[in-house]
């Protein structure tokens, strides 16, 4: 059989990754956090069920990395405890980049067989440096938690959106 060549993860692969590691039936993770709830642009937002918060910065490049280390708000922010930073193992060379206080989730590659002749590529996620907690970070309250949620809810409709459109691309084509 063919070797194939590595496959990099999408920021959406790596997205599915950490909720699976957080464990999405458990705590409220909603992607692509950029306004309405007081804070800055965050990947990945998860809020555990006694309050806490958590920001998952996703790269995939390092030229992503040394984009982020211009941000002004350098993921500070008091409704946030931790902050992990999910990059792919081919960056693991440019770890410097990533801020002291950052935990790091490494998504590594691999392949499964899942039919003779027919292998298919996964990602898993390993959490290989834990954060060091925002000592400021305050629990969010029950008015918060329901407008992330009001937040999450609202990206469940524009994909169904996107899905409808896709669906009927493929059926013209």
């Not at 910065?57 to 982020?68: G, H, W």
């Not at 996620?125 to 329901?146: C, F, L, Q, T, Y």
Request: glycine share 6%.
């Amino acid at each position: 059989m063919k070797e194939e060549k590595k496959k990099t993860p999408t920021c959406l692969e790596i997205e599915s990754v950490v909720a699976d590691m957080w464990g999405y039936r458990k705590t409220l993770i909603v992607p692509n956090i950029s306004w309405g709830m007081g804070i800055h642009e965050c990947d990945l937002l998860i809020l555990t069920g006694s309050g806490w918060a958590t920001e998952v910065e996703i790269k995939i490049s390092v030229s992503d990395l040394k984009k982020d280390a211009t941000k002004r708000h350098a993921h500070q922010n008091n409704k946030i405890r931790d902050l992990y930073f999910a990059i792919p193992d081919k960056l693991i060379p440019y770890i410097a980049l990533i801020p002291q206080n950052a935990g790091i989730i490494l998504i590594s590659t691999y392949t499964y067989n899942i039919a003779p002749k027919r292998v298919e590529t996964r990602f898993k996620g390993e959490i290989v440096k834990h954060p060091v907690s925002n000592e400021n970070a305050v629990k969010w309250d029950d008015k918060e938690r329901m407008n992330l949620g009001r937040l999450g809810c609202m990206r469940i409709w524009s994909l169904k959106k996107k899905l409808i459109e896709i669906k009927r691309s493929i059926i013209e084509t």
